[in-house]
Every structure is written in C-alpha cells, then in structure tokens.
C-alpha cells in the first residue's frame, strides 16, 4: 500500500510589488509540499482572499497602499486564529514588524532572505503549535516594552549549522524532530542548543527563539 502523502501547505502571498510577488510565486510553486492558493496587492483584498481560500500560511507585506500589513494580519487572524502570518520587511529595524507581532505574526523575513531561509520560515510556521506561538509573541512584547538595552553581539559567528537549528527551535521543534530532521544524533543537537544559548547570552529557548525571530533567522 502506497502511503498517502501529507496535504501542501497553502499558502497567500500579500505584495504590493508585482515583481516580488510574481517571484515568491515562481519559487514556491517549485515545490512539491507547498500550494500557492492566492496572490494579493493589498490588505483589503488580503483579507478577502483569506476568507475564500483559507490558507495555512501567509506572506504579508507591511507597507502597501489601502490597508497596511499590521491591520490585515489582525483582521485575518480574527476570522482564522490558525493561520500563520509571516511579515516581509525591507529592514530588519522596521518598528512596524514588532507591531504586527503584538498583532499576532508568528515571525518575519526580509525580502532579500535567501530562498532556503523563506522556504524554512514557510514549513515551520506551518508546524508551528499555538502554544509556542503565543508565548513567542508573549515575549516579544515583552522584550519590546521594556527599556532599551544593547543586543548582546554573539561572542563568535553562528555556523551555518547552528543557524539552521536556531531556525528548528524558534518553529518549535524539539531536540530529537531536529535531530531526525537534520539526521544528527539527539545529544549533538542538545551540545548545539546549549553553543548557540551561550553564544547568544539566551537563558531559556524562547528566548532563543525570539532572538531568531527579531535577526531575520525564523
């Protein structure tokens, strides 16, 4: 017997540019796990899109003429609590981002993010459990409130390996689905949590995941 393999993820991509969002198209309709279900050029027709093709997943510009990201998240995410809303970002200092967090994003990206970043931030906002959600948004408003510190720079460069498990934890993957994931032993995985926390100065892997969050990296 054959096994029946799991449904796509759809997906709505929200971009005022067309070339940018002729683009994400493009990429994503290459692979085989995700479905683009709609396009649209603003938050109005966001909105009206979202309630027609119910998607898993959305990509939301933040900055777009009619209705703006922020608004459009909170109105999507009031008529589908489980849809996930990645924001898309110029500039990973956008105040706007922290706004539509508190509105309920479960992450960002730049636009320029490299296409393995997207596509990961795509399936693990998708896995991504709505208790881990709310406390990540719990602790960025947290964080965003409180007084302005200086980030604490990592005390060496993350590897490319570690970078890719702090992107596995902020989507809310335990020690041994990274290890599956990325065919590591369990312990290896827990040595690199533990490198990375210390590098980071992160005390607990929320914070990790807050901290892949606000550089882009989840």
Avoid: C, W
Wanted: neutral net charge; hydrophobic residues 45%; proline residues 4%.
């Amino acid at each position: 017997m054959s096994e029946t393999r799991p449904e796509p993820i759809r997906v709505m991509i929200v971009e005022d540019q067309q070339l940018i969002r002729r683009a994400f198209k493009t990429m994503l309709s290459l692979e085989e796990d995700i479905d683009v279900v709609a396009e649209a050029p603003d938050g109005q027709e966001a909105i009206r899109l979202a309630r027609l093709s119910r998607p898993d997943v959305v990509l939301m510009d933040l900055q777009m003429p009619r209705l703006g990201g922020v608004a459009a998240t909170r109105a999507i995410l009031a008529d589908n609590p489980h849809t996930r809303i990645i924001v898309l970002t110029t500039f990973d200092t956008d105040e706007m981002v922290f706004d539509a967090i508190g509105a309920g994003a479960a992450a960002y990206l730049l636009k320029d993010a490299e296409e393995a970043d997207i596509l990961a931030a795509i399936r693990g906002a998708n896995r991504l459990s709505s208790t881990v959600a709310a406390k990540l948004m719990d602790e960025v408003r947290r964080t965003h409130k409180a007084p302005a510190v200086k980030a604490r720079e990592p005390s060496e460069p993350l590897t490319d390996r570690e970078q890719a498990i702090m992107a596995l934890v902020a989507a809310g993957h335990s020690n041994k689905e990274i290890a599956g994931e990325l065919k590591l032993a369990e312990g290896t995985v827990k040595n690199y949590v533990s490198r990375i926390m210390d590098k980071l100065g992160a005390r607990s892997r929320t914070e990790l995941a807050v901290k892949s969050i606000k550089s882009g990296k989840a």
